[in-house]
Structures are given as structure tokens and as C-alpha cells.
């Protein structure tokens, strides 16, 4: 196979993946935004984290909302848990590398705050203490995963939001994972600053 029909075939197969989760997600994409809406209104902060291409996404969508998405508007609190070295480097030597997020989030988190927790595989272990710290702090959970939830998605709660990328393939799952991230954005701000056409 030459090298243009390989690239061929990576976008086609983004394009139907993209196709499969236009089918079962903007419900709870829909859902998960009106979930961070709320916490925002009510003087709550998103918190993020993930590994390896999931962090990248963590830090992309807190970026977005603390800066700006495609309007200009004031900043909104979100807190990606993966960027302080010290922090993560310290937790992973002192106690282990399953408890770098959830320490945070029982320093950081509140009651009414939203954990945005992303794992393609939904078995990031330190993604799942999170998700357990999160509940403890009476935070909801938005979980970003792929496959068939994995060890995630049995542990969410009713008021919690799981977008589930139709795919077994990770970066087809990355690939989604980043427009559910965008689409959160514009629906943030739809909600909290009026349309834009």
C-alpha cells in the first residue's frame, strides 16, 4: 500500500467513526454541557485529567475555557490536573502514581465543582481514583472514554455524564474525544453568553 492511500484510509476511517458517534453522543454531550453549565453559574470550577493524550485534552479544553474558545467573553474557572510537575512528581514518588489526580482534587475540589475525567481505554487507574475523590468532594463526573467504558463507566452515579466514543481503536477515540471537547466549549458559551450565528 503506498503512503496516499494509507492517509486515505486514516481519514476515511476518522470520518466513519466521527459518522458512528454522530449517532449516540449529542445527548449526552448535550448533557454533560448543561452539567458544567450549571456548576459554572453556581460559582463552581471544571477539573480535568487524563494520561498521555488525554492530559493534552485535559490542558486543551481548561485552555479554552480560561482563555477563550471563538468569542471573546470572561474567563471561566477550569483547572487542568496534569500540568504542575512538582505536584505530580512528588504525589507519584511520596505515594503512588494511581493517586497524582486524586490528591488534588481532595485539595482543590469542592461541592458543585465538575471532574472532566478522560481515559480512552476507561481503565487509567489514577483516572478511576479521581473519579472515587470526586464523589467523595460531592463533585459530578463528566468521563470522556471509548471502547465499552472499561472500569469507568460502572463506577459513575446517576448525575454523572459518560460520552462513550463508539470505537476500540485509540486514536479514532482521541480523535472524537477532542470535538465532544469543542463542542462542550461552544455549548459553555451558548448557554452562559447568548448564540452566536
Given at each position: 500500500?503506498?503512503?496516499?492511500n494509507r492517509i486515505q484510509q486514516m481519514f476515511k476511517?476518522?470520518?466513519e467513526t466521527k459518522q458512528k458517534a454522530l449517532d449516540v453522543l449529542p445527548d449526552s454531550i448535550e448533557q454533560a454541557s448543561i452539567l458544567m453549565v450549571n456548576s459554572l453559574l453556581n460559582e463552581g470550577k471544571i477539573l480535568a485529567c487524563g494520561n498521555g493524550?488525554?492530559?493534552?485534552?485535559?490542558?486543551?479544553?481548561?485552555?479554552?475555557?480560561?482563555?477563550?474558545?471563538?468569542r471573546e467573553r470572561p474567563s471561566l474557572p477550569a483547572i487542568a490536573l496534569t500540568t504542575d510537575s512538582s505536584?505530580?512528581?512528588?504525589?507519584?514518588?511520596?505515594?503512588?502514581?494511581?493517586?497524582i489526580f486524586s490528591?488534588?482534587?481532595?485539595?482543590?475540589g469542592r461541592d458543585g465543582d465538575v471532574l472532566l475525567a478522560i481515559s480512552t481505554?476507561?481503565?487509567?487507574?489514577?483516572?478511576?481514583?479521581?473519579?472515587?475523590?470526586?464523589?467523595?468532594?460531592?463533585m459530578q463526573v463528566v468521563a470522556l472514554t471509548g471502547r465499552d467504558g472499561g472500569n469507568i463507566a460502572p463506577l459513575l452515579l446517576p448525575d454523572?455524564?459518560?460520552?462513550?466514543?463508539p470505537s476500540n481503536v485509540t486514536a479514532r477515540v482521541?480523535?472524537?474525544?477532542?470535538?465532544?471537547?469543542?463542542?462542550?466549549?461552544?455549548?459553555?458559551?451558548?448557554?452562559?453568553?447568548?448564540c452566536e450565528e
Open positions: 500500500m503506498n503512503m496516499q476511517a476518522s470520518i493524550g488525554s492530559a493534552g485534552d485535559s490542558q486543551h479544553f481548561s485552555s479554552e475555557l480560561l482563555n477563550r474558545f471563538e505536584t505530580i512528581t512528588s504525589i507519584a514518588n511520596d505515594y503512588s502514581y494511581e493517586e490528591k488534588q482534587i481532595r485539595a482543590l481505554s476507561g481503565n487509567s487507574a489514577n483516572v478511576i481514583q479521581a473519579i472515587h475523590a470526586a464523589h467523595d468532594r460531592n454523572d455524564v459518560e460520552i462513550r466514543v482521541q480523535e472524537v474525544h477532542l470535538l465532544a471537547i469543542h463542542c462542550l466549549c461552544d455549548l459553555i458559551d451558548n448557554h452562559l453568553f447568548g
